[in-house]
């Protein structure tokens, strides 16, 4: 056969058509798929510790017992969800050794406003570091006004 035929014929052979769409789409299809459930998973911390700062903050504007002890509770509220250390923290490795909250309280006209921060450093995921990515670093506050009872 003549080298035109032959390339007429490969050109029009459909065989393994569908392999190598697959071949071509599945491995971005799945770095898609990983880079959403990693980027979902760093939001959803993120929201974790600024709810845990709200949840603080708001108990520390309202709080009535003395300063360590409205303190120690309002952390524990941010880091864990809950008034005692009995359940797991709401992100992993987020507690007070690691990134401590710290309150302040300043004068605003004749309100009080009761500020917490804090800075916490996400661990790094494969994909992040392959993207060259490496530790995300979270700042959450949350400013309150002090309810006096």
Known sequence: MNPIANLRNFLSDEQGVAMTEAIIVVPFLTFLAISVLEFGSVLWQREQIETGMRDAARYMA????????????????????????????????????????????????????????????????PLFSALGIGNITVNANHNQRKIGW
């Open 62 to 125: 309202r709080c009535r017992h003395s300063a360590d002890t409205c303190q120690n509770v309002a952390r524990n509220l941010a880091y864990y969800g809950s008034a005692a250390v009995t359940t797991r923290p709401r992100v992993r490795d987020w507690n007070a050794d690691k990134s401590p909250i710290t309150f302040t309280e300043s004068v605003s006209g004749s309100s009080t406003i009761i500020s917490a921060t804090t800075t916490h450093q996400l661990p790094g995921s």
